[in-house]
């Protein structure tokens, strides 16, 4: 088993294609293949389903995995740090982050990194925050950034600052003119335009509904929508209402185009997290920018 052997594995694993896999690394498809069939004979053991036009990994494959992102991070940091001289950090660093974080933490923090590390390169991949610990979990991702916190002994969660969940209207009608603060009551019967299932957002309305023996169906219409620009702009056409993160809608609110309410009888904070494995090495940029977010936020709280 050569460390080729398992980079190779690594990238089918993580593109679910013999020919995207060779042009990540810039080989050629029968390479891939070889070194694919070469790992398998050494192992014994069958590590890729190839039935399907979109490959997928055997329980063999998928505890390989496991095993192969840790090796060749602990590679890559055993040679970082058997230079004579520590050169700059550099590489590629892939981060996979959960919706609000995305699009409303990360920008910022990429630049800043990028600002103290030029020489490394930088791509964030998008999903839900259940996705993002999924994907870690199975060895796709080392790092993430969420809103929500899911359960398990192999992820390390550090809270990075707190959010506010509220509840959004049309800036042409208000839940009660009396009111500052609305209840769940007041929005008995309104349609409500909701994130996908596995979204922090709506973990979090979830919960707190169910601690006042209260669900969804509540609401009288359930629009669901992955993409929260999508949300925001259907709530200002007066289509429905929503609960989205205070942090996404700063611009929306300064410009008169949405009405924000903190609920009277819903708690709705809730916590962002970086969350990583603690049963893989980290490599040296992702142990770099893992260090640089913490002590970013350390800084400031």
Do not use: W
């Not at 970086?274 to 490599?283: F, K």
Request: proline share 2%.
């Amino acid at each position: 088993m050569e460390f080729k052997q398992l980079e190779i594995f690594v990238a089918l694993a993580k593109t679910k294609s013999f020919s995207k896999a060779a042009q990540k690394l810039y080989l050629t498809q029968p390479a891939i293949t070889n070194s694919l069939q070469k790992l398998e004979d050494s192992l014994g053991t069958t590590l890729v389903n190839r039935k399907t036009r979109q490959i997928t990994l055997t329980e063999s494959g998928q505890l390989l995995l496991q095993y192969a992102v840790s090796i060749i991070n602990m590679r890559d940091q055993a040679l970082f740090n058997l230079k004579e001289k520590q050169e700059a950090i550099s590489g590629n660093l892939e981060l996979y982050a959960s919706t609000i974080p995305a699009q409303y933490l990360l920008p910022k923090l990429v630049k800043d990194f990028c600002i103290c590390y030029p020489q490394v390169n930088v791509s964030i991949r998008h999903a839900d925050s259940l996705q993002v610990a999924d994907d870690i979990l199975q060895g796709f991702s080392n790092l993430g950034l969420v809103g929500s916190y899911h359960d398990s002994e192999s992820l390390l969660y550090h809270p990075l600052m707190d959010d506010k969940v509220v509840l959004i209207t049309s800036s042409q009608r208000q839940i009660d003119h009396k009111k500052t603060f609305p209840s769940i009551q007041d929005l008995v019967g309104e349609t409500l335009i909701l994130r996908e299932e596995g979204s922090g957002t709506r973990k979090i309305l979830e919960q707190v509904l169910s601690q006042k023996n209260l669900d969804l169906s509540c609401f009288q219409h359930i629009n669901q929508v992955e993409n929260n620009e999508t949300i925001k702009n259907m709530v200002a056409l007066d289509l429905g209402v929503s609960f989205v993160s205070e942090l996404s809608i700063q611009n929306e609110l300064s410009l008169g185009i949405l009405n924000a309410y903190s609920m009277e009888d819903l708690s709705l904070d809730r916590c962002f997290y970086l969350v990583y494995t603690a049963t893989r090495h980290l490599s040296p940029v992702e142990a770099s920018f893992k260090n640089f977010v913490l002590n970013q936020f350390h800084q400031l709280s």
